[in-house]
């Protein structure tokens, strides 16, 4: 009987994953499917039951990745200091949680020339951001997180305080004081939906901020592969790492918790690369 994994999320028909994985099972031999599980904001809690009797794992997308932190039964220590999931592995006794964001946010930031970014700036306080804040931590960078709603990005800052041993400035989403914090910063992230296929021709950061050379900026945003973003910032000479790169690692790092095997991370790009350019949705 094949084994059936999924991605949950709203909206998730124009995500790669399921092309991503399908390539990778078949590559591996896997006798497993993987399809978009549309699963509305808020609704998580109301399909948990169904979801762990149909599945043998999951990845998780916006907007459900801390609310499936909170219902999962076990955290790695990776999940619980970010307290954002984007791996589901349903197991007989109980549904472990866990997040390759941040990990592979990290490896597609090393391939670009950057292992250890000295001060980062963080665009947004969602459940991906958390990730990111967290891994950054980790390899000594100092992060400030900018945000629309100001109270968010110091809950996330404290809960991370508390987790990861290391404290998380805040700021508002406004020109004057990303510019003042970007001057000090070599790393830019974006971790908004802004930029992306829902809302193109927006850009997260404010139009008064200038980016300098020398400063690496990171859109999350993966479809489409060149945003507003990444355009802007290539026009100030600034290095630039696009969303692919994260999704690529960070599945090719779910794929091996659910089964075992060193996942074919090539394979992987290539069906995404397909996936995205034709801009077709997987049924």
Excluded at 38 to 46: M, N, Q, S
Excluded at 62 to 82: C, I, Q
Excluded at 163 to 175: D, H, L, T, Y
């Amino acid at each position: 009987m094949t084994s059936q994994l999924g991605l949950i999320g709203s909206p998730v028909g124009h995500s790669p994953s399921a092309a991503m994985h399908r390539a990778a099972f078949s590559a591996l031999g896997l006798d497993w499917d993987y399809r978009p599980i549309e699963v509305a904001a808020g609704g998580l809690p109301r399909a948990w039951a169904e979801l762990r009797a149909s599945l043998l794992g999951a990845n998780v997308t916006t907007p459900h990745k801390v609310a499936a932190a909170g219902l999962a039964d076990r955290l790695t220590p990776e999940a619980r200091a970010s307290g954002s999931v984007n791996t589901l592995v349903f197991a007989a006794d109980g549904v472990v949680g866990a997040t390759t964001d941040g990990t592979g946010f990290i490896r597609a930031l090393t391939e670009a020339g950057l292992a250890r970014p000295g001060r980062a700036l963080i665009l947004g306080s969602g459940g991906a951001s958390r990730a990111v804040a967290q891994a950054l931590l980790s390899v000594g960078c100092e992060v400030t997180i900018a945000a629309r709603h100001l109270e968010q990005a110091l809950k996330v800052g404290s809960s991370l305080a508390e987790s990861a041993g290391a404290g998380v400035a805040a700021i508002p989403m406004e020109a004057e004081p990303i510019a003042d914090r970007l001057s000090e910063c070599d790393l830019l992230v974006n971790a908004t939906p802004l930029g992306s296929r829902f809302h193109l021709d927006v850009c997260a950061l404010p139009p008064e901020v200038r980016l300098a050379p020398g400063l690496t900026v990171f859109d999350l945003v993966y479809s489409p592969r060149s945003t507003e973003l990444l355009r802007r910032a290539a026009r100030a000479g600034c290095r630039t790492v696009g969303g692919l790169d994260m999704l690529v690692q960070q599945a090719a790092l779910s794929l091996e918790i659910w089964s075992g095997l060193p996942a074919p991370a090539g394979v992987m790009r290539e069906a995404a690369i397909r996936h995205l350019d034709r801009g077709v949705l997987v049924p």
